[in-house]
């Protein structure tokens, strides 16, 4: 069983930035695909990042491609989210995700992910 728990959520003004983070118990992240969902009130949780088992592949949902970073340390078995020039509608509370995985692509469908984190509050005012 792996843990993922979040941080670095809060308030923010648009155009302002946040990085998320994502602790993981497992001394084996590299065997992991990871991702980032966010889930606005009465709305489904969607896909926002994801990157694979060693970081070389990337993807991202098109309204945060040339904002957000998705990346890893599988060292610190950390996954991280930086988010940049942050928008009103970026605002939910973003979880991340691992799916076992060791191929060269990634899980971008919440059926592919074994585990989830608690979520983090991320809120962007206008």
């Known amino acids: 069983q792996v843990q993922l728990a979040e941080s670095g959520g809060g308030l923010v003004q648009a155009g302002g930035s946040l990085r998320l983070s994502c602790a993981a118990s497992?001394?084996?992240?590299?065997?992991?695909?990871m991702g980032w969902f966010r889930q606005a009130p009465g709305k489904e949780r969607i896909f926002v990042a994801g990157?694979?088992?060693?970081?070389?592949?990337?993807d991202y949902t098109d309204p945060v491609k040339g904002r957000f970073t998705i990346s890893r340390d599988n060292a610190r078995n950390t996954l991280y989210l930086q988010m940049n020039s942050l928008k009103p509608e970026d605002t939910g509370v973003y979880y991340c995700?691992?799916?076992?995985?060791?191929?060269?692509?990634?899980?971008?469908?919440?059926?592919?992910?074994?585990?989830w984190g608690q979520g983090t509050q991320v809120t962007v005012s206008s």
């Open positions: 990157i694979n088992y060693n970081g070389r592949i990337t």
């Open positions: 995700a691992g799916g076992i995985s060791r191929r060269l692509r990634v899980f971008k469908t919440k059926d592919e992910y074994d585990y």
């Open positions: 497992t001394r084996t992240l590299s065997s992991y695909a």
